[in-house]
């Protein structure tokens, strides 16, 4: 009899719950959020989320010092000149007045106005201190250059806002880089699996029959599995290097390939490369889980069919693939979605190179996020690659009849 | 037959990388690169990986993460399976669900936020990159406890209940010794989860001291250079432990893996 969930219970649940809660299903929040700014953490301007605009009093501050300082600095230098001491010290007050002024505004959000106002008095004091250098020329000065670019800093004090809605997602479809990425991915996905399928159904076949050594099949099966992905592809690397890997040269013998430097060096070859290192280090765990599949078939079913004169072929086609395809579309299921989001692999094994040859989904949407610091679009990209991976799901789910809800 | 050519298959690479970390550089560069034995053998790669490449302090990282990041999986999943293989409740197939879809989404989903939380409390290269570990761990953990549990007869938990132990009682003194080699199971598969993690690590514990084994030997490769006899070096170093558990464990490891993909 199994009862209903009292309260002391359902605080078995709790620690799961706040863990997941945390950890998986706020940060896939926060990244749907991301999605919907441009938002660039090396952009001062934009390095916060904000629906409206604004002030930076630090980054205000600062530059307004820089200002008041260079024209005292430059008054001094035009202290011969009476007339334009004079101008000097009145743009130092307008200095002093613009200073007074906007150091009462808050850091955080402003409203439009208050904005406004901020950029118009930046942009009438910037004009007059341009007027005055061009009024006065005099060689002394030594601010005359940077003023100009200190007014710039001035500017970015004031973001606005960086909400940019679902223009982020239609850049999507003008994004060439991210369309090759998309084919490098499922190419890699298809063949590689499909691969790995073919094979591991035959080794699964071949170790449901063997009586010895099945305890060292296993073993040599499991190691390329339990051996980090990031250790094993540069140690492939190694292997496909074109002057010195074994495997690269090894190929080059066979006639496989046209030079060892291919393997690396050349989109296809850097692709294939990927590819048979993903085969080598999942095709056990494959067969390892469609094993287990065939040994929960009744052996009865083999023997009264071969009683019925069933062939070798006819039984494969009729009992074992039927009654394989539970266990076959799980394993598969999630051999798919692996590979989809591949990222370690091709990661240390090339890179995404050369030329961005083998850049898929997850190595593109890093770049974005980490080496151009853009989390607005990189998690525009991710949001792409949850949605394929959402029609994966489905489509082995409910079209194919993939069981994957075993408990319950 | 077929054994031996899968065997010579899958064990080729370790069998080159094990010949090439005994090999001088002049031998693993140049027209002495392909040959089987080395003409003087070094343990030069050995001695310069454990002298000042890190490699000792990345792997403590390693065992101290994946052992912290087993223990509290393990605590929370028993936990939550023990509830859910044993008690009605209404959002049940909905926990279900979602422990699947987390399982299925892309990690890099969380990268970015998780980021930027660990950037504002300061925890970035520590041991607290235990808790995003979570995300790839914990479904596959919940997982496979749900489904031992499932195998453990309910008569054995009534007829304590009959006797008034109190449910935590029971799941502690009568459950977790019969759920013990689950528990064992899931520990182990969870570990090996732990230990091969290289995305989270590589994004939030980049300074060396605080670096993973993958990612310290992802490292080895400079810009300019790649040290092959190193790597070659550092790559036997890690593989062996991992080589035993798999020798010692592989019944265990492999009945971890198909729980949940097979349905009995």
């Known amino acids: 009899m199994i009862k209903k969930l009292t309260f002391r219970q359902f605080l078995f649940l709790v620690p799961l719950l706040i863990i997941i809660a945390v950890f998986s299903i706020w940060p896939i929040l926060t990244s749907f959020t991301y999605s919907f700014f441009d938002y660039q953490l090396n952009n001062i301007q934009k390095s916060q989320l904000s629906f409206s605009g604004t002030f930076s009093k630090k980054q205000f501050e600062e530059n307004s010092e820089y200002v008041k300082l260079f024209l ?39 409203s439009a106005s208050q904005s406004k106002e901020f950029t118009n008095s930046t942009e009438a004091l910037r004009l007059k201190v341009k007027q005055l250098y061009l009024n006065f020329p005099n060689e002394k000065y030594a601010n005359q250059e940077s003023l100009p670019m200190i007014f710039e800093e001035l500017n970015k004090a004031i973001s606005p806002s960086n909400f940019t809605g679902l223009s982020g997602y239609r850049m999507i479809f003008g994004d060439q880089r991210l369309f090759d990425a998309l084919g490098h991915t499922v190419y890699f996905t298809l063949i590689s699996v499909a691969i790995e399928f073919l094979l591991g159904l035959g080794l699964a076949l071949i170790m449901n029959k063997a009586v010895r050594g099945i305890g060292l099949i296993r073993a040599g099966a499991l190691i390329p599995w339990a051996i980090p992905t990031a250790v094993s592809a540069l140690m492939w690397s190694y292997l496909y290097d074109g002057s010195n890997g074994i495997i690269a040269h090894i190929f080059a013998e066979l006639g496989l390939i046209s030079s060892s430097e291919t393997m690396l060096l050349t989109g296809p070859g850097a692709m294939w490369a990927a590819i048979l290192t993903d085969v080598w280090k999942t095709t056990p765990y494959m067969a ?6 065939l040994q929960v078939i009744d052996k009865g079913l083999y023997e009264s069919s071969a009683i019925d004169g069933a062939n070798r072929i006819q039984t494969f086609f009729k009992i074992t ?6 266990s076959i579309l799980v394993a598969v299921l999630f051999r798919t979605l692996d590979a989809f989001r591949v990222y370690d692999l091709i990661a240390v094994l090339t890179g995404g190179g050369p030329g961005g040859a083998t850049e898929t989904l997850s190595v593109y949407a890093y770049k974005t996020m980490f080496s151009q610091m853009n989390f607005g679009y990189g998690s525009v990209i991710v949001m792409f690659m949850f949605v394929c991976v959402l029609i994966i799901a489905t489509l082995f789910i409910k079209v194919l009849g993939a069981n994957v809800m075993t408990s319950d | 037959m077929v054994t031996a050519v899968f065997l010579v298959v899958i064990l080729f690479p370790f069998f080159w990388i094990l010949i090439t970390s005994f090999k001088p550089s002049n031998e693993i560069f140049g027209s002495g690169a392909f040959q089987l034995l080395s003409q003087a053998p070094t343990l030069n790669n050995y001695s310069s990986i454990f002298n000042g490449k890190n490699i000792l302090s990345s792997i403590k990282n ?3 993460i994946s052992l912290i990041t087993t ?37 890099m989903i969380i990268v970015g936020p998780i980021f930027n939380l660990f950037t504002l409390l300061h925890w970035t290269n520590s041991y607290f990159i235990v808790l995003p570990y979570s995300t790839i761990t914990i479904p596959m953990a919940v997982w496979i406890m749900v489904a031992h549990f499932g195998h453990i007869p309910l008569s054995i938990e009534e007829s304590a209940k009959i006797d008034g132990a109190d449910p935590f009682l029971i799941l502690w003194k009568i459950v977790f010794p019969l759920a013990a080699p689950g528990v064992f199971t899931t520990a182990i598969v969870t570990f090996i989860a732990a230990w091969n993690e290289y995305l989270l690590t590589a994004t939030l514990n980049t300074e060396i001291p605080m670096q993973t084994v993958p990612v310290a030997i992802s490292f080895l490769r400079t810009q300019f250079s790649i040290l092959w006899g190193e790597v070659s070096a550092a790559t036997v170093v890690v593989t062996i432990p991992t080589i035993i558990i798999v020798l010692l464990f592989q019944k265990r490891i492999v009945s971890g893996l198909v729980s949940g993909a097979v349905k009995e």
């Open chain 2, 62 to 64: 390693s065992l101290m």
């Open chain 1, 288 to 293: 390892l889980l469609l094993l287990a599949g």
């Open chain 1, 321 to 326: 693939l039927p009654l394989l395809k539970p």
């Open chain 1, 72 to 110: 005292s600095d430059d008054a001094n230098a035009a202290a011969g000149n009476a007339k334009a001491e004079q101008a000097f010290q009145e743009a130092l007050a307008d200095a002093e007045n613009y200073c007074e002024t906007f150091s009462g505004f808050p850091s955080g959000k402003i």
């Open chain 2, 71 to 107: 223990l509290y999986v393990i605590v929370v999943s028993t936990l939550a399976a023990y509830a859910i293989s044993r008690f009605h409740f209404r959002f049940k197939n909905f926990l279900l669900g979602l422990i699947l879809v987390i399982s299925m989404f892309p990690q």
